[in-house]
């Protein structure tokens, strides 16, 4: 029963690219949400979506973030045009139904050089 | 805004050396309150929900309570593997423009113990 899949683990972006982080929920798994974590910053909400919905975004950067989750696939983060305060630590949660103890992946390490 | 304080910043105890991690919050609405776990380089790991105050859950070593304005994490005599960085998190009813989906962190408790 494999946890919450993100990839990659690592991604090294220059400036001006484009940045996507996947996230594969856990089996049974139909709520996502992406979570950053800033160099000496806590946890910051980001974006809430089920399949093909995005729930809630309040978090979301309003220019360069997008959140997607197809019926078929992962959830993708995309950033475009990153700077090189978007380095962070970028964290993708899945639940079985809405936020009761999500599972976190890994995560996904961003730097902008 | 929601706020959550989680104090002390670090902590550093022997091992089998008792002590508490404070959480203290402010919501409008209070859903759930969350502690989860963090070990360097890896995600968040859940441990505990509590709902309501006066609710207590324990795992292991851990005894989680909460109030209506904060919450304790009491750890009783840790080990070095107990050594990790405890995050909380709490969970706002929705209202306008929130969500269910969104838990507002503390900053962390970066907990050491030594052998």
């Known amino acids: 029963n494999a946890g919450v899949m993100q990839n990659p683990r690592h991604l090294v972006r220059r400036r001006g690219q484009e940045a996507r982080l996947r996230c594969s929920p856990m089996k049974g798994h139909s709520h996502v949400y992406w979570y950053r974590q800033l160099p000496e910053e806590g946890l910051k909400f980001m974006v809430y979506l089920q399949k093909e919905n995005i729930i809630d975004e309040s978090g979301m950067p309003k220019e360069r973030f997008s959140a997607e989750f197809p019926k078929e696939g992962p959830s993708i983060l995309r950033i475009q045009q990153v700077v090189r305060g978007d380095s962070a630590a970028y964290f993708c949660a899945s639940s079985p139904r809405t936020a009761d103890g999500y599972t976190f992946g890994s995560g996904t390490r961003l730097t902008v050089v | 805004e929601d706020q959550v304080t989680q104090s002390p910043e670090a902590l550093r105890l022997q091992e089998g050396e008792s002590s508490s991690l404070n959480c203290s919050y402010t919501v409008s609405g209070l859903r759930g309150l969350f502690w989860y776990r963090q070990d360097p380089g890896k995600g968040p790991e859940f441990l505990f929900t509590?709902?309501?105050a006066g609710e207590e859950k324990e795992k292991e070593r851990l005894k989680a309570t909460l109030t209506k304005k904060e919450s304790f994490l009491h750890i009783t005599a840790p080990k070095p593997e107990d050594s990790a960085t405890y995050l909380c998190a709490v969970q706002e009813n929705p209202g306008r423009g929130t969500s269910y989906g969104k838990l507002t962190f503390g900053q962390g408790t970066i907990l050491t113990v030594h052998p």
């Open positions: 509590l709902y309501s």
